[in-house]
């Protein structure tokens, strides 16, 4: 039978012990001012559980109880043994950023995350654009960085075109592209190639020879035009990329779209 929380309070920071799978700590000046002018609230209490060594393990509130071990507070908390995921209790908290949560799961053992985040780090992405291209998408799609709260994120069998997009991205941080991994310039890359039209040894070259005709913009589909102003440069023939890119990227989501309303009308079937 489940005991009911109670609240306690007390001074002794040696009870405490963080949970191994929380995010890490960081600044947080909004609390710590908070704390300062207020004090430790016992509405604000901290939920901890049991863990058979004398130690309490914090599951909710570290940044509380470290903020008020460097203000010498006093410290309220609860005693709750649930057996409930870590994440269940953050999954729903904005407090909680998908970086957190891939630190954390990486931290768990996660594999497939870790890969992302060795990928993200390597080649100086946003994790946003690193799980959707690990995943098997382009770097514009948004479904797979959700995947990485709920940990269900895997990794694609087919990694081509990631390293494809890499590759491009990585050769233009090397000639100085300043925005070479923002989100929207790596999104436009990942779009061109998938169009056969896109020779990403002819855009190296360009952007060698004329690096300063290729200019930042806010969103994928205005690097489009950018990345294909440069492209069609000094060309005999030029070719409609943006246009191509935007038309691919099309087809690939209706694609999508029926197989995910074929897979849910089977689900509820």
Known sequence: ?????????????????????NRPLHEDPVLFASMKKHGFLPSCAI????????KLKVIRGHHRLDTAKRLGLLVWYIVDNAAT????????????????????????????????????????????AAASLLGGESAGSSNKVQTIASGTFRLAKDLSH???VVDVTDRC?????????????????????????FDPAVFIHRVTLNKAKLNRRSTATDFLDEIEALYN???KKPLPLAFKAREASKQRKACIRPSRATSAAASAA
């Open 1 to 21: 039978m489940r005991t009911k929380p109670e609240l306690k309070c007390t001074k002794d920071y040696s009870l405490f012990e963080l949970h191994e799978l």
């Open 47 to 54: 939920q901890v559980a049991t863990n058979g060594n004398g």
């Open 85 to 128: 995921d870590l994440y269940e209790h953050e999954g729903c908290r904005t407090a909680w950023t998908k970086a957190d949560f891939a630190v954390s799961r990486a931290a768990a053992g996660d594999k497939d995350i870790q890969a992302i985040l060795d990928f993200q780090r390597k080649h100086g992405l946003t994790l946003g």
């Open 162 to 164: 990631a390293k494809r």
């Open 173 to 197: 941080r090397t000639l100085g592209v300043e925005f070479a991994t923002a989100t929207a310039f790596v999104s436009a890359i990942s779009m061109l190639l998938y169009i056969p039209e």
């Open 233 to 235: 440069y000094t060309a």
